[in-house]
């Protein structure tokens, strides 16, 4: 009987990871092969996160991406045993726009991502959290049209996590007003090539921001 249990604990986990997608897997199992270090600073994430060499761009060792394309709030929470198991240092989150684009409402991707925040501090208390703002996106571009149409879903998410943070233990980190456009909230042209994604510039901006955090 054990022996089933087991089994089916196991075809349970396999059909939940599938849900997320094949890269999700190829990504999940990988970090779970790579060996913990000590101090570590893990950047936490979709696709924007995973586009990045962190660890060159910030010239610091310690820093390793825990970025997932395609990745939403769910899946976070689903692989977060692997990132708190090394009791990091900190921890840069930053994730939200691939569950808008699903559909999920607001207060569902609000809810989750303060949920993956509380389970960091409860798994790995001394770990340092950073809520990362939702980047803007810019529907100019005529791409990633489920994304690029949720500015004004952006906007809230990211007031309610910046209110959230200030009785959490948890510090929040406005990236949104520095990508984007000076006379709109759109994502500035400057950072990205098709909207929702960045190029060189942009991650250098992005570093820059976070640099004092580190």
Known sequence: MMGI????????GL???????TYYQQRKTLFEKLPNTKKEIIFLGNSITDGSEWSELLQNKRVKNR??????????LYRLEEVTESKPAKVFLLIGVNDLARGISNDTIYANICRIAQLI?????????????ILPVNPDFGKFTGHCSKT???????????????????????????????TNNLMNPSYTND????????????ANIIKQYL
């Open 121 to 133: 501090n409860e798994q790995s208390p001394k770990t340092k959290v950073y809520i990362q703002s």
């Open 67 to 76: 970025g997932i394309s395609g990745d939403i709030t769910e899946g976070v």
């Open 152 to 182: 004004d879903d952006i906007l809230w998410i990211n007031e309610q996590l910046a209110k959230w943070c200030e009785h959490e233990p948890a510090e929040f980190i406005d990236l949104f007003s520095h990508f984007k456009n000076t």
């Open 195 to 206: 909207g929702l994604h960045l190029t060189g510039e942009g991650y250098l901006l992005w």
């Open 5 to 12: 249990m087991i089994l089916l604990t196991t075809v349970q």
């Open 15 to 21: 059909a939940q990871e599938h849900r997320f997608g």
